[in-house]
């Protein structure tokens, strides 16, 4: 039997059209496809194209070229160009480095992500026309 170690919250937050997810827990390159393919599914059902990620409560487990690979996967799991990502962090991020590396990647693949601190300022960047 196969173990989760990410708890998943996707909610809709009709009003600003906005995917909220929650996740905690230990993050490792599996778990982050499973929740990309649960995040890229539950918008495609409400037309979404902005998403809030908080990983407030993430632990990552992740490696180098395993942070190379992440931009693909979301692609794979059904993210678009026209998405934007808000990913919610406290501060400082634990992990600033590989977000960096991650965020570059993924804008070479022509992803819209973002790394926040504060969620009123990524809900603002969200609220805001690209």
Request: proline share 6%; glycine share 4%; charged share 30%.
């Amino acid at each position: 039997m196969e173990t989760k170690t990410l708890d998943i919250t996707i909610d809709y937050l009709e009003k600003d059209a906005i995917v909220l997810v929650k996740l905690s827990g230990i993050m490792d390159f599996e778990e982050h496809r499973r929740f990309s393919e649960e995040m890229f599914s539950f918008a495609k059902k409400h037309k979404a194209h902005k998403f809030l990620v908080s990983m407030l409560e993430v632990i990552p487990q992740l490696t180098v070229l395993e942070i190379d690979d992440m931009p693909k996967t979301l692609i794979e799991c059904g993210a678009k160009p026209e998405y934007r990502i808000a990913a919610l962090h406290n501060p400082p991020p634990p992990y600033d480095r590989g977000f960096v590396f991650f965020r570059n990647g993924a804008s070479n693949k022509s992803i819209t992500i973002r790394q926040f601190t504060r969620e009123d300022e990524a809900f603002a960047w969200l609220k805001s026309e690209p």
